[in-house]
């Protein structure tokens, strides 16, 4: 996956930004039911929750967002945000942490022969002492496949510090390429057609000429 480092920042800014200003019983609580998964956002979270569980049945409610059955979709052009609240079990002690993603099969089809690594991205904590972040990247169909299952693993030091898994809905890249090899076919086939309606057209013409001329030859040996 290619990294965009100004966009990269943003997106680091942007976490620090609203993690930061989370209540910290808001934010603690949501840690300790969540701890050590990672949860696929449809929308960025509010600031501010009324509630001590607000922030909690905010992520219950987009936990299942984008599973198996509410799948990701894909632009079949462009990108699309990818944004995901991270929880750790402890405090990492470190700022940089690296999101990696797999393919672990099809949506529909489960698990199938071994996970293929799709690509990773750099992430940064707002502190050394955190224990969750907001991890934002963006998705291309060039890097990920419509209608397959993917991990999505947050790791420190090498080692696995969250994960979950979400899914992605659209015209796979095999449909696609089935789709253009058709069109091509297709506009092969009405070029090879307008080809012959022309030599067609030419060969009659080219036979009317020469019929003119043997009846003009004809006529001319009447007289």
Do not use: W
């Amino acid at each position: 996956m290619k990294k965009n480092i100004l966009k990269t920042l943003g997106f680091t800014i942007a976490a620090i930004c609203l993690v930061g200003v989370l209540h910290e019983v808001v934010a603690a609580n949501a840690e300790n039911v969540f701890a050590g998964k990672i949860i696929v956002l449809r929308k960025i979270p509010p600031s501010y929750f009324n509630t001590k569980n607000g922030f909690v049945n905010f992520l219950k409610s987009s936990k299942n967002r984008y599973d198996c059955a509410n799948p990701l979709p894909l632009p079949d052009e462009g990108a699309v945000d990818f944004q995901a609240m991270v929880f750790f079990k402890k405090p990492l002690g470190d700022y940089e942490v690296e999101m990696l993603f797999h393919d672990v099969g099809s949506r529909n089809g489960g698990k199938t022969g071994a996970e293929v690594f799709k690509g990773s991205v750099t992430q940064y904590t707002q502190d050394r002492n955190t224990r969750s972040m907001l991890a934002r990247t963006s998705m291309t169909r060039q890097e990920f496949d419509a209608d397959r299952k993917f991990k999505v693993e947050i790791q420190s030091h090498g080692k696995t510090v969250a994960s979950g898994f979400f899914c992605t809905k659209g015209m796979s890249q095999a449909e696609v390429d089935q789709q253009k090899r058709v069109h091509a076919q297709q506009e092969e086939m009405r070029k090879s057609m307008e080809e012959l309606k022309k030599k067609a057209a030419e060969q009659e013409a080219k036979e009317n000429q020469e019929q003119r001329k043997k009846d003009a030859e004809a006529g001319q040996d009447l007289f």
